[in-house]
């Protein structure tokens, strides 16, 4: 069982190792195997590092007991899309911008509860949220649609280092 509380900067190495595993097992076979092999737990770590220390959204972890390693993480935020609100402004639009674990994570039921600890999180500031998923993405798109997400039918290319990600956006009201 994983008990989930807020990041701290320590927590970065471990965020770190979550977030390269998951994508290389998540995305094996959606993404070319040189990119997932590019990624790096000491780049992440200090991306990580600094995104928790600036105050960058929160980001939550799922701590595993009695092991005391993160197994999952998530980031929260407002959104950073121009068009996300159906008002004229975003501020009423929160974002999901990141819900990793890590493989033998996987469906244990620490994603919902990282999952729904993040909803709890955006709830006070914003009425809706949105996220970004890979179109390919069939297990997280499951995911997310379980979850109450709809695709709100905006796309787009995400161009990381020469490989263009499609991406979906999806979104939710928080009530």
């Not at 195997?33 to 992440?44: A, K, T, Y």
């Not at 493989?103 to 949105?130: K, M, N, Q, V, Y």
């Not at 499951?142 to 995400?158: C, H, Q, S």
Request: proline fraction near 5%.
């Amino acid at each position: 069982m994983a008990f989930i509380r807020p990041a701290t900067v320590t927590d970065a190495p471990g965020i770190a190792v979550v977030h390269v595993e998951s994508w290389r097992a998540a995305y094996r076979g959606l993404l070319p195997q040189v990119v997932l092999d590019g990624l790096s737990v000491d780049r992440r770590a200090t991306s990580w590092r600094d995104s928790i220390g600036a105050g960058d959204g929160h980001t939550l972890v799922a701590v595993d007991e009695p092991s005391g390693r993160v197994c999952g993480f998530v980031n929260v935020g407002p959104s950073r899309d121009p068009d996300a609100a159906n008002s004229d402004t975003t501020s009423s639009i929160g974002e999901l911008r990141a819900i990793y674990l890590l493989p033998d994570a996987w469906g244990t039921g620490t994603g919902r509860r990282l999952h729904d600890a993040a909803l709890e999180l955006l709830r006070p500031d914003f009425a809706e949220a949105t996220l970004w998923v890979l179109d390919t993405n069939v297990r997280a798109r499951a995911f997310y649609e379980r979850m109450g997400w709809y695709d709100d039918g905006v796309t787009k290319n995400d161009d990381r280092g020469g490989v263009v990600l499609s991406e979906i956006r999806y979104r939710r009201a928080l009530p």
